[in-house]
């Protein structure tokens, strides 16, 4: 079992930054597939970026592809998502997700994924 926990969130203007955090606890993670997930208020959630093992391995949704970048830092078991040029939609609610065995399905679905965080708040005004 693992526990996840999303921080990082918070309100900026379009054009801004904001770097989200996923810090995993009971269970090293480096070998599990971590994802984030967004959720817009009347939407379905949805992929955003995906990362497996190492930075070699890494997927993105068309519409961030460019401006954000997923990392992990397997010393601090967490997983970072640096998120640049926001603009007003990319406003939801974010999730990271963990799935201990990376071979098994798409790291674009939901249904992948075994271990889910709270979520944090991203508002993009503008």
């Known amino acids: 079992q693992v526990q996840l926990v999303e921080s990082g969130g918070g309100l900026v203007q379009a054009g801004g930054s904001l770097r989200l955090s996923c810090a995993a606890s009971?269970?090293?993670?480096?070998?599990?597939?971590v994802g984030w997930f967004r959720q817009a208020p009347g939407k379905e959630r949805s992929f955003v970026a995906s990362?497996?093992?190492?930075?070699?391995?890494?997927y993105y949704a068309d519409s961030v592809k460019g401006r954000f970048t997923i990392s992990r830092d397997n010393a601090k078991n967490a997983v970072y998502l640096q998120m640049n040029s926001l603009k007003p939609e990319d406003t939801a609610v974010y999730y990271c997700a963990a799935n201990p065995n990376p071979s098994s399905g798409s790291v674009r679905s939901l249904s992948t994924y075994d271990f889910w965080g709270q979520g944090t708040q991203v508002t993009v005004s503008s």
């Open positions: 009971g269970r090293t993670f480096s070998s599990y597939a």
């Open positions: 990362i497996i093992w190492s930075d070699a391995w890494r």
